[in-house]
């Protein structure tokens, strides 16, 4: 690597961006959709497993973000440089099979459609990802885009339905959210009997961004100009962009108390801006929405398939107050969902294209970059638009697909993230060992959980 210099981090508000985008990554499938549908299902006695989940996703993701910091390179280049050409092999496939299913676009084109009152949801779904491709492809820079309109949806979209969450919240629904986080149930403690493991195990993946999308972090902090990632360079429109070099390689700086001051002051402010707007909004919208699950259609749920709960959800509401209300509801929660769906195909698409250019790294120039992003992502968009004409529809059971999926791409990369940073970085910059305790509990709470998932789907 060459050799630099750390330069000082700015005010805190001036770094806040990558990890609204890690958000919004999450804030689609794990707040609005998985954690209310086992609430409703089971009560508030699992939402510790919200809690624990984006709490153990809050450590991968700053261990992703702290190579990045350190070196101004990616994870993809990091991994790449110590095992070779089959980390982006990996990468490419452990990226493309998960998200190749179109569950966020078609619950959000269901809830969306039955809020309006018109339209049919395979059809607005298929629209919804050919306008996502068009706004990802014009807009001149791409994670000023991705930043831009989660910033949108957060100020938009959040207040309306927390707010609607603990207008109808009770006394009895507030004690049972309180019990509900130290894992008491009506009946039960911590696991309801007949629990649905692979909802459970999908609603802990999607607490955060979930599988490969969390890495994703890596390169967004680097756009950011984070660390020794200032002026690295970022992927812009071909169409509307002005052109920027490219880097994929990073550099270095001379370890000395002056540089650790630094560089801590660098680590303070990104667990600052990763605690407060990852995890704590959150944190605050899993639980919310959760109880808003529990207030209307706890044990109402008997025969409802898919997404259908959160229409039934939205009924009671608009009984409780008025029918625009829940209407509002349901457009809102399929706005998100819409919002989310973009973020995973930007995201996504940054990761094959980046993983692509290491593969063929003998031959990159970084005017190809983004060339292979926006190719890249079309064929994501034409992908899965060949699952849906293959008849594959139904939201809820995609998204438990991506899911499982995703599970076991996370337990890989931690496992790989964790010795990354114990065997590459200066010994002073490496993650202190409570953190690789909490990150390996995040790995075998997700291996056990995925075996029994398996075991439940084969024995089922």
Request: with cysteine.
């Amino acid at each position: 690597m060459k050799r630099s210099i750390l330069a000082e981090p700015p005010s805190f508000w001036r770094m806040v961006g990558p990890s609204i985008i890690l958000l919004g990554l999450g804030l689609g499938i794990g707040e609005l959709i998985l954690w209310p549908y086992l609430t409703a299902n089971y009560g508030l006695g699992i939402i510790w497993g919200a809690v624990a989940g984006i709490t153990g996703q809050w450590f991968i993701n700053l261990e992703i973000s702290r190579y990045t910091l350190v070196t101004g390179e990616s994870v993809f280049v990091g991994l790449a440089r110590k095992l070779g050409k089959i980390i982006p092999l990996w990468f490419i496939v452990s990226t493309i099979v998960p998200w190749m299913w179109p569950g966020i676009v078609l619950a959000g084109a269901r809830l969306f459609t039955v809020g309006m009152g018109w339209g049919n949801a395979e059809t607005v779904g298929v629209v919804v990802l050919l306008v996502i491709g068009m706004i990802l492809s014009l807009g001149p820079v791409l994670y000023g885009t991705q930043e831009k309109l989660e910033k949108i949806l957060l100020i938009c979209g959040l207040p309306f339905v927390l707010g609607l969450a603990w207008w109808l919240s009770t006394k009895n629904g507030v004690t049972n959210l309180a019990l509900g986080l130290i894992g008491k149930g009506e009946d039960y403690w911590f696991f309801p009997v007949g629990l649905q493991v692979s909802a459970f195990l999908g609603a802990i993946v999607f607490s955060g961004a979930g599988g490969n999308l969390n890495l994703g972090q890596s390169q967004n902090i680097k756009e950011k100009g984070y660390g020794m990632g200032h002026g690295s360079g970022r992927i812009t429109s071909l169409l509307t962009g002005k052109n920027e070099e490219i880097r994929l390689t990073g550099k270095d700086f001379e370890i000395n108390s002056g540089s650790l001051k630094v560089f801590f002051k660098w680590w303070k402010l990104s667990n600052l801006e990763q605690g407060l707007i990852f995890w704590m909004t959150g944190v605050i919208a899993m639980i919310s929405l959760s109880l808003l699950a529990y207030e209307t259609i706890y044990h109402k749920t008997g025969g409802l398939k898919g997404v259908d709960f959160v229409i039934a959800e939205a009924e009671i509401i608009g009984h409780y107050t008025s029918q625009i209300i829940g209407k509002i509801f349901l457009v809102v929660l399929g706005l998100m969902l819409f919002a989310t769906q973009l973020s995973v195909l930007g995201t996504t698409g940054k990761i094959l294209a980046e993983n692509w250019a290491i593969l063929n790294f003998e031959k990159f120039e970084s005017k190809k970059l983004p060339k292979y992003f926006y190719r890249l992502l079309w064929g994501q968009i034409g992908l899965m638009l060949l699952v849906l004409a293959l008849g594959f529809k139904e939201p809820l059971q995609l998204v438990l697909v991506s899911a499982v999926l995703n599970a076991w791409t996370m337990v890989i990369y931690s496992v790989l993230i964790l010795w990354l940073n114990s065997t590459a970085l200066h010994p002073k910059l490496r993650p202190a060992a409570w953190r690789k305790v909490v990150i390996a509990g995040m790995i075998i709470f997700l291996s056990v959980f995925g075996i029994l998932t398996l075991s439940q789907t084969w024995g089922g």
